[in-house]
């Protein structure tokens, strides 16, 4: 059964830090890795897919990565500004046959201060 | 390209009623799964349906169900509602379960 842990639970930095936030799995033979954002009673917008063959995706300031034999991602956000606060979550998805879900993190709650 | 919708985006039931959600994928999109999401528990998998098959389905009880019709709409159903559903209920749509998953804002049901 695939467990996904975050950590830290919550995150403080000043604006224009650069930060990482921690994502770690039980389960190796994961097939992707999406990192979602979550703000205040809203809904996940997905920031990046990362498939198991693969060892990172960029997109913009955001940079993620993906080591399986570890069980371990990072999110790893340069020149943070105000308006990345928000809930931070990582997801895995099985390896196919029956296990069409994503397993979900409980997220990093991300504040960035003027 | 229109995203995915949920309908409604808020719901005050009683115990004992049932409710019904809906979700409309993005367009093209055949695989459409739900997902609950409370505060003590995080995000937990409700159900995934691909072309009108449940594939999928977490652990909930029997009084959660779901089905997706021909045009990939799907709707969710829950009998004898509980406290304990008060949540937020999401959608997520994506070509295929192993590819973007792309979400609605969700439904926010509060049971009385």
């Known amino acids: 059964k695939q467990e996904v842990t975050q950590i830290p639970a919550a995150l403080s930095v000043p604006e224009g830090e650069n930060l990482v936030l921690n994502c770690s799995f039980t389960?190796?033979?994961?097939?992707?890795l999406q990192w979602f954002r979550q703000d205040p009673g809203k809904g996940l917008t997905s920031l990046l897919l990362?498939?198991?063959?693969?060892r990172e995706q960029t997109s913009g300031r955001l940079n993620a990565s993906l080591d399986k034999s570890s069980g371990r991602s990072t999110l790893y956000i340069a020149a943070s500004q105000p308006g990345d606060s928000a809930t931070y979550l990582c997801?895995?998805?099985?390896?196919?046959?029956?296990?069409?879900?994503?397993?979900f993190g409980k997220g990093t709650l991300l504040t960035v201060n003027p | 390209k229109a995203g995915v919708t949920q309908t409604p985006r808020y719901l005050i039931k009683t115990r004992g009623q049932q409710v019904t959600l809906s979700c409309s994928p993005i367009s093209g999109h055949r695989s459409v799964s739900w997902y609950q999401q409370t505060p003590g528990q995080g995000l937990q998998f409700l159900f995934e349906y691909f072309s009108e098959t449940q594939r999928n389905k977490g652990n909930f009880p029997g009084r959660f169900s779901g089905r997706q019709f021909s045009n990939s709409r799907s709707e969710m159903n829950v009998s004898t509602l509980e406290l304990g559903d008060s949540a937020l209920y999401l959608c997520?749509?994506?070509?295929?379960?192993?590819?973007?998953?792309?979400f609605g804002p969700g439904t926010r049901l509060t049971v009385l």
């Open positions: 990362i498939q198991s063959s693969q």
């Open positions: 997801a895995g998805s099985g390896s196919g046959g029956s296990n069409y879900k994503l397993t």
């Open positions: 389960d190796s033979a994961i097939y992707n």
């Open positions: 997520a749509s994506s070509f295929s379960v192993l590819d973007t998953q792309y």
